[in-house]
Structure formats: structure tokens, C-alpha cells
């Protein structure tokens, strides 16, 4: 079946403009990840939801970021004012509900922000 | 909170020698640990998974990992490396309970195997 599909796959912006990124996760899978991925800072956990709710936001790093998941399917990630420190692959993963399952991981967006 | 370490950057071992890909973890009582490869330009793939049982788990293409509680370790091991082996690998942990469901990784490990 399909795995998990994210667009834009590249996305370069200019500094202070606003980016969304999408995710589609596997179709039946409740639960969505966002990670982050960069050179200095390896893999941090962004943003998670259960259906369409999301109960844990801890890893959003500033108020410029915000997350929004509809039908308990289709995830937009937004920046706003976006900053070069912004630049990064953003990676989308989805998992069954249940802690134990494995998370599947989209091929990523990546940001550069000028 | 979760951590996990991954000692080496790099790991090189000859194609048909075994390799082993070193990982460590902190959770707060019993975890959950996974491991993830990484091509290049491409999303991450699951290997393997430890939940609870047998201490020796199989995976994907021939990888095995062998949780070790008291070393609080999780390496990720193959008896006879590949060339198309070579990838970033990452070893991840999540608690077994709690409200948390997202992954901590490690700093990932650069796998190359040389022909």
C-alpha cells in the first residue's frame, strides 16, 4: 500500500515569508508525527497527534510554528516569518494507535530558508 | 526525559565481516527501542523493534538487536555485512508507559562498508 507522502519535497523561501508543509499519512493510521532533522541538532520531535487532537505540542520551538491535522488524516506544518535557522528537512511519520507500534516515516521536505 | 547515545559517528568494517552499530539509552523504566536506517535523500526506514520477550530481535534484511537491560544498551548487529548496507543509522526509545508517544533518537551512525 501507500506509505506516508509529504509535499513539497524541497521548498526554498525567502527569510520573513510564511511556508506550509503537508503531510498524508497511511491511510488508518491515527497516530502523526512531525519531526525535524538538522546538521547541528540531529532528529527532534516537533509535534504529535492522536486523531485530530494534539496532545502533545513540546517540541514546537517558537510560536511560529503551529500544526494542524483534519478528518484524522491530511497534517500541515506552518512557519510563519520563517528564519534562516528554520532550514531543515522536516520529516512526517504515522504510526497505528498504541505506543508500541513503529512509526513510518515520510521521504521529508526540505527547507531552505535565504 | 529519554535519551539515547550513539558513541560512534562512523563504523567501518569489510563486506562479509560482521558489523555492530553501538546504542545506548536512559528512559524512565522499561522502554521501548527501535532502529531506523537512513539513505541518502530519502525518509526513514524501520528495521526493528524491541517491546518485551525474547532480549534477541530479528529485522529487515538480515539485522538483529540485542537488548541488554542492565547495560541499558540496544546494538544493533549483522552477522556478514553488505556494501548496500552502508546508510546513517538510528537507534530510538520511547517509555513503556506514560502519555509520551514520540521517539528520542540518537545522534545517528554513519555505517560504511567497504568492498
Known amino acids: 500500500g501507500a506509505g506516508v507522502s509529504q509535499s513539497p519535497s524541497n521548498k526554498v523561501t525567502e527569510k520573513g515569508k510564511d511556508v506550509e508543509l503537508r503531510c498524508d499519512p497511511i491511510s488508518g493510521h491515527t497516530a502523526l508525527y512531525w519531526y525535524r532533522q538538522s546538521l547541528g541538532q540531529g532528529l527532534e520531535f516537533l509535534i504529535y497527534?492522536?486523531?485530530?487532537?494534539?496532545?502533545?505540542k513540546s517540541g514546537l520551538p517558537s510560536d511560529r510554528f503551529s500544526a494542524e491535522r483534519t478528518g484524522g488524516s491530511v497534517s500541515t506544518l506552518t512557519i510563519q516569518r520563517t528564519q534562516q535557522e528554520d532550514s531543515a528537512v522536516y520529516l512526517c511519520?504515522?504510526?497505528?494507535?498504541?505506543?508500541?507500534?513503529?512509526?513510518?516515516f515520510g521521504p521529508g521536505t526540505r527547507l531552505t530558508v535565504l | 526525559a529519554q535519551s539515547v547515545a550513539q558513541p560512534e559517528d562512523q563504523v567501518n568494517v569489510a563486506e562479509g565481516n560482521p558489523l555492530t552499530v553501538k546504542c545506548t539509552y536512559s528512559?524512565?523504566?522499561?522502554?521501548?527501542l527501535f532502529w531506523y536506517v537512513q539513505y541518502p535523500n530519502r525518509g526513514l526506514q524501520f528495521l526493528l523493534k524491541?517491546?518485551?520477550?525474547?532480549?534477541l530481535v530479528k529485522g529487515s534484511y538480515g539485522f538483529e538487536a540485542e537488548f541488554n537491560k542492565s547495560q541499558t544498551s540496544f546494538h544493533l548487529k549483522k552477522p556478514s555485512a553488505l556494501v548496500s548496507d552502508s546508510a546513517l543509522y538510528f537507534c530510538a526509545v520511547r517509555p513503556f508507559s506514560g502519555s509520551a508517544r514520540q521517539l528520542t533518537f540518537g545522534s545517528g551512525t554513519q555505517l560504511t562498508v567497504l568492498p
Open positions: 511519520a504515522s504510526s497505528e494507535s498504541g505506543g508500541d507500534n513503529e512509526q513510518f
Open positions: 497527534f492522536q486523531g485530530n487532537s494534539a496532545p502533545d
Open positions: 528512559v524512565s523504566g522499561n522502554p521501548y
Open positions: 524491541y517491546i518485551t520477550g525474547d532480549n
